[in-house]
């Protein structure tokens, strides 16, 4: 009666949208649990078993030779071969074993496999074996058998080792960041400027100004990327500026983010209080000292939700980044070194999951320090502005 009556209180839509974005988390969750959990896991258990059994364990397939028809030591009418599937030194719990490559797990471990001929194979589960024959075994090497053995769960951090050191993702991370945290910064600083003054100055042509921002959001990257490295590399000639250099990335990444921050920033600043303003004014406040002291802070939301979308961009960038930097080994960034090992790794998934996790730890982070500012600095001046 009272789950009635709780279920009645919240209301079935309501319920429902909140299961709904239960079920995107898990989605979005799911994928990136799979990443870490493989970035620490060997290549051997990669490939015997899923993320999901890291905690469990894996079974993995191997083969083994028994000891050779020579050792064998006759028991009443029989011939028998005994020993241990494992080399020396090693040890383990065998699951399953099998006589064919097409099945290697056709009998349990302890199961007495009748193998045809008179002969009978048991392994044990610790590894120790008993090879079975009604007549004298031929000569020739001993027969060969598969084996499920279970691996216990472990965990190694000699892929991140190995990415950071010999794979060159450790400068590209570097790169990455000297890219992505000015890239950030500088449209940040002139879209807010040019917010106050398109919210709170009056002056010819800023109804104009504002039409013209919002139609450059909609220009694609790729139809001005060109005609930008050209202006670059004829302004580099004029000045002698190297034609790579992380000055032409920067201005590029600005220049593609200034119209949205423009825009988010204008919104939020014309929707503050009028009143806040008129009386910084009557107190003989100048306009930069209006920006500095009231409008800034007052406006951290906005900043916050726009730094999230711009450091995301520039992070994940691979197009300008190439355009504008290079691909020299020492300046690929993070997307562009994943890249490569993409094509020169293409089967060791350790070494992969590694990589992409060293990627994604930084937005990740980004995004959950400034979350919470995300929604509120977007919707802000939605309803009213100046």
């Known amino acids: 009666m009272n789950a009635t009556a709780s279920l009645r209180r919240i209301g079935l839509p309501r319920l429902f949208l909140h299961l709904s974005v239960l079920l995107i988390c898990l989605l979005w969750l799911i ?30 397939t191997s083969a083994a030779r028994l000891a ?27 699951r399953a074993f099998g006589t064919r490559v097409a099945a290697p797990t056709e009998y349990d ?16 589960a610790d590894g120790t074996y008993t090879y079975t024959k009604n007549a004298p075994f031929g000569d020739g090497r001993g027969k060969r058998v598969y084996l499920s053995i279970a691996q216990p769960p472990t965990f190694t951090l000699d892929n991140y080792r190995t990415v950071l050191t010999s794979q060159g993702i450790g400068q590209s991370f570097v790169n990455s960041l000297t890219v992505a945290v000015p890239a950030t910064i500088i449209p940040i600083l002139i879209a807010a400027f040019a917010a106050y003054a398109l919210s709170w100055m009056e002056f010819p042509g800023r109804a104009l100004i504002i039409a013209l921002v919002v139609g450059l959001i909609v ?22 500026l190297p034609s790579r250099s992380y000055a032409g990335i920067w201005l590029a ?20 209080p009028r009143e806040i303003i008129e009386s910084a004014r009557v107190d003989g406040a100048s306009d930069f000292e209006i920006f500095v002291k009231i409008i800034l802070p007052l406006s951290f939301p ?82 009213k502005g100046g």
Request: glycine share 12%.
């Open 31 to 60: 994928p990136t649990a799979g990443i870490l959990v493989t970035s620490f896991r060997e290549a051997g258990q990669i490939t015997a078993s899923g993320w999901w059994t890291a905690l469990t364990g894996a079974a993995e």
């Open 219 to 240: 220009v694609p990257l790729q139809m001005a990327l060109i005609p930008l490295l050209s202006m670059y590399n004829e302004i580099g000639n004029l000045f002698g």
């Open 68 to 94: 050779d028809p020579s050792t064998a030591k006759q028991e009443g009418s029989n011939y028998v071969i005994s020993g241990s599937v494992f080399e020396e030194g090693k040890s383990g719990t065998v």
């Open 109 to 124: 471990a302890g199961e007495a496999a009748d193998i045809g001929d008179g002969e009978t194979l048991v392994v044990n």
């Open 253 to 272: 990444h600005s220049a593609f983010g200034m119209p949205l921050a423009i825009y988010l920033l204008r919104n939020y600043i014309a929707g503050l």
């Open 302 to 383: 906005a900043l916050a939700s726009f730094s999230i979308f711009q450091f995301l961009w520039t992070w994940n960038d691979l197009l300008v980044a190439m355009v504008f930097l290079g691909t020299g080994k020492d300046q690929l960034v993070l997307t562009g070194a994943l890249n490569a090992l993409l094509g020169s790794m293409g089967g060791k998934w350790e070494i992969l999951t590694a990589s992409a996790f060293i990627t994604i730890i930084v937005p990740i982070i980004v995004f959950f320090a400034l979350q919470r500012y995300l929604v509120r600095g977007l919707l802000a001046g939605s309803v």
